[in-house]
T-cell receptor, first 111, second 115 residues
Framework: DTAVSQTPKYLVTQMGNDKSIKCEQN?????MYWYKQDSKKFLKIMFS???????INETVPNRFSPKSPDKAHLNLHINSLELGDSAVYFC??????????FGSGTRLTVV | AQKVTQAQTEISVVEKEDVTLDCVYE???????LFWYKQPPSGELVFLIR??????QNEISGRYSWNFQKSTSSFNFTITASQVVDSAVYFC????????????FGPGTRLSVLP
């Protein structure tokens, strides 16, 4: 069974559209995260969500919003997509901040 | 502010050579955690190792070994007798707390192992 699963794996969409990326973890972890990997392969944290507490990286545009229907899910919703949003987005989870399990990534291409 | 530097952008070696990937970090925390992740061409991130700041013992796992030098703020990763399957991007990362708010990744080093 996949521990952290993201869907879709690939997403191509036009500028201005709204899209969501789903993430689910079956590890029972308390904290989930979204990371953005840019074209230079640099990973930056976007959000972390722990026990209904959301911590946002202040550099993330408010067009990005995480939504957590329950502890096992942290979805990423993006409004009014821009070309610069093209990247690979990784979901991750952790129980204690000691080890992190990452999803396989979602490659978003905005055209 | 926390920062992770991986000065080697790309490394190419021939199979069976040993290779060391450098990682230098900056933090003001007295307690912190260091990680290495592997990202193969398929894209997923694979956890390799974690180390806390109080444990400076070097670690060996098969062909992999890690050298943690607190005095130089380095956490280098060595692959012995490299194989083609080791080709990937390797990320060093630093976390300053238990919830990952300060989880900082380095820019990664792309390792190509040629047959």
């Amino acid at each position: 069974d996949t521990a952290v699963s993201q869907t879709p794996k690939y997403l191509v969409t036009q500028m201005g559209n709204d899209k969501s990326i789903k993430c689910e973890q079956n590890l029972g972890h308390d904290t989930m995260y979204w990371y953005k990997q840019d074209s230079k392969k640099f990973l930056k944290i976007m959000f972390s969500y722990n026990n209904k507490e959301l911590i946002i990286n202040e550099t993330v545009p408010n067009r990005f919003s995480p939504k957590s229907p329950d502890k096992a899910h942290l979805n990423l919703h993006i409004n009014s997509l821009e070309l610069g949003d093209s990247a690979v987005y990784f979901c991750a989870s952790s129980q204690d901040g000691w080890s992190y399990t990452f999803g396989s990534g979602t490659r978003l291409t905005v055209v | 502010a926390q920062k992770v530097t991986q000065a080697q952008t790309e490394i190419s070696v021939v199979e069976k050579e040993d290779v060391t990937l450098d990682c230098v970090y900056e933090t003001r925390d007295t307690t912190y955690y260091l990680f290495w992740y592997k990202q193969p061409p398929s894209g997923e991130l694979v956890f390799l190792i974690r180390r806390n700041s109080f444990d400076e013992q070097n670690e060996i796992s098969g062909r992999y070994s890690w050298n943690f030098q607190k005095s130089t703020s380095s956490f280098n990763f060595t692959i012995t007798a490299s194989q083609v399957v080791d080709s990937a991007v390797y990320f060093c990362a630093l976390s300053g707390d238990n919830y990952g708010q300060n989880f900082v990744f380095g820019p990664g080093t792309r390792l190509s192992v040629l047959p």
